[in-house]
C-alpha cells in the first residue's frame, strides 16, 4: 500500500550548520503535510505544517518545502542547535488518513 | 505538557496480567487515538474515536479493548499480551476525525511484557 517514507535514518550535522531531513511521499493525493519531532521519553510534537497548494512555509528557524512533482518533502533548521537532537518524521494526511514515516534521527554535534 | 495526559509513563505487565493505560486531554478535541510505535517503524493506528465513538480498529487483536467513555478520555485495556507488544503506546487527539491541523500527543506508556 501507499505510505510515507524517509530516505535517510540517520543525520549528524555540527552545531550552528543547517540541518536539511527529507521525505517522499507515494500518495499523489495526499493534500495536508507535518513535520513531527520527537524528543527521546517524549510523544512526537507537531513542528510546522504544509497544505498542498504551497511549496514552501517558514516557521522559527525551521522551512518546509513541497514539491509535489516528484512528492518530497523536506525539513530545513537553520542554525542547529543542541536541543534539536530527536527523531524528526513526516506524515501525510489523504481523505482523513494520517500516515506517518519511520522518523529520521538528527544527532547534533557540538 | 502538550495538553494530552498519559498514565502511566511506564508499565511491566506479565502476559497473564490485565491493565490499563490512560489518556486524558482537555483541548477540547472530539477524535483520540491509539498508536503503537515499535523501534524503527511508522507509527502504526491501533483505534480511532470520533465524537466518543469508535470510527476505527485497525485489525488490532483482541487482547487490546479501547474504551471512549467521554471525548476527554480514552483507555486501552489490556490483557494476556505477547512479549511482542512490548511498544510505547501513544495517545493524540485532534479537533476533529479528518485530522486536519495535526494531532497532539501524549507522551506515551512504554509498555514491557515479561
Known amino acids: 500500500g501507499e505510505s510515507v517514507g524517509l530516505h535517510l535514518p540517520t543525520l549528524s550535522v555540527q552545531e550552528g550548520d543547517n540541518s536539511i531531513i527529507n521525505c517522499a511521499y507515494s500518495n499523489s493525493a495526499s493534500d495536508y503535510f507535518i513535520w513531527y519531532k520527537q524528543e527521546s521519553g517524549k510523544g512526537p510534537q507537531f513542528i510546522i505544517d504544509i497544505r498542498s497548494n504551497m511549496d514552501k512555509r517558514q516557521g522559527q528557524r525551521v522551512t518546509v518545502l513541497l514539491n509535489k512533482t516528484v512528492k518530497h518533502l523536506s525539513l530545513q533548521i537553520a542554525a542547529t542547535q543542541p536541543g534539536d537532537s530527536a527523531v524528526y518524521f513526516c506524515a501525510d494526511l489523504n481523505n482523513n488518513d494520517m500516515r506517518f514515516g519511520a522518523g529520521t534521527r538528527l544527532t547534533v554535534k557540538p | 505538557e502538550t495538553g494530552v495526559t498519559q498514565t502511566p509513563r511506564h508499565l511491566v505487565m506479565g502476559m497473564t496480567n490485565k491493565k490499563s493505560l490512560k489518556c486524558e486531554q482537555h483541548l477540547g478535541h472530539n477524535a483520540m487515538y491509539w498508536y503503537k510505535q515499535s523501534a524503527k517503524k511508522p507509527l502504526e493506528l491501533m483505534f480511532v474515536y470520533n465524537f466518543k465513538e469508535q470510527t476505527e480498529n485497525n485489525s488490532v487483536p483482541s487482547r487490546f479493548s479501547p474504551e471512549c467513555p467521554n471525548s476527554s478520555h480514552l483507555f486501552l485495556h489490556l490483557h494476556t499480551l505477547q512479549p511482542e507488544d512490548s511498544a510505547l503506546y501513544l495517545c493524540?487527539?485532534?479537533?476533529?476525525?479528518?485530522?486536519?491541523?495535526?494531532?497532539?500527543f501524549g507522551s506515551g506508556t512504554r509498555l514491557t511484557v515479561v
Open positions: 493524540a487527539s485532534s479537533q476533529d476525525w479528518t485530522g486536519d491541523y495535526g494531532y497532539t
